[in-house]
């Protein structure tokens, strides 16, 4: 897996580099220093993920976040930052982000997300996982007929199963259906609801209480 990382203190760009260089799966292939430097490493190095801060001189994560999700779709974007402010985390998981951690999560915890993320799982800090459901609950004005007229019986299921963190193969095997297939419904349910990834589709089924 591919690996840029973001970040403005070069001692945590050098401190990740070299943790997750250690993991056989990962390659770091880049680093910034900040969003700019990122969506240009981004567009050159074709990362599959990249490990993003957010407060940053010049372009923060959020905006650096929003290009490379708009111009790289395939790209996906874990932030890791010290800052759990409501703004900040609502704002990153707007942007397309995939997940979100602090940096005093274990090192352990950050390569299971980065794996994991490249899977399609979400993983949020649970510092901040409470806010951000209480805020999805609070905005929860439409109701879940706004979502079945848009997708098919078996779409609503599956898009049931992405809200609970579920990959699409462990889908296919609920479902008992094929893993291409899933994705084939992944990619109409993204479709229809005018979303980015799986992480902003859970994020609408919770809001619209499917």
Same mark, same amino acid.
């Given at each position: 897996m591919k690996i840029l $990382?973001? @970040?403005?203190?070069?001692? $945590?760009?050098?401190? #990740?580099?070299? #943790?997750l260089n250690l993991e056989k799966d990962f390659q770091v292939v880049g680093t910034a220093q900040d969003g700019a430097e990122a969506v240009e490493r981004a567009a050159r190095l074709a990362p599959d993920l990249v490990l993003m801060d957010l407060k940053m001189p010049g372009l923060n994560g959020i905006e650096a976040t929003r290009q490379i999700r708009t111009k790289f779709p395939a790209?996906?974007?874990l932030v890791l930052t010290t800052y759990d402010d409501d703004e900040w985390v609502f704002d990153a998981i707007? %942007?397309?982000?995939?997940?979100? #951690? #602090?940096? @005093?999560?274990s090192r352990e915890k $950050?390569?299971? %997300?980065?794996r994991g993320t490249a899977q399609g799982?979400?993983?949020v800090d649970p510092s901040v996982a409470g806010k951000l459901l209480n805020q999805i609950a609070s905005n929860q004005t439409q109701p879940a007929s706004v979502l079945t007229d848009k997708l098919t019986e078996r779409e609503?299921?599956?898009l049931r199963w992405i809200a609970k963190g579920f990959t699409n193969g462990e889908i296919a095997s609920r479902l008992h259906l094929s893993e291409g297939t899933v994705r084939n419904h992944v990619s109409a349910i993204l479709e229809k609801l005018d979303v980015?990834?799986?992480?902003q589709a859970a994020i609408v089924a919770i809001r619209h209480g499917v």
């Open positions: $990382i973001c @970040d403005d203190q070069a001692v $945590i760009r050098d401190g #990740l580099e070299m #943790l790209i996906k974007v707007r %942007a397309g982000a995939a997940g979100y #951690l #602090l940096k @005093d999560t $950050i390569v299971e %997300a980065i799982r979400s993983f609503v299921e599956v980015g990834d799986r992480t």
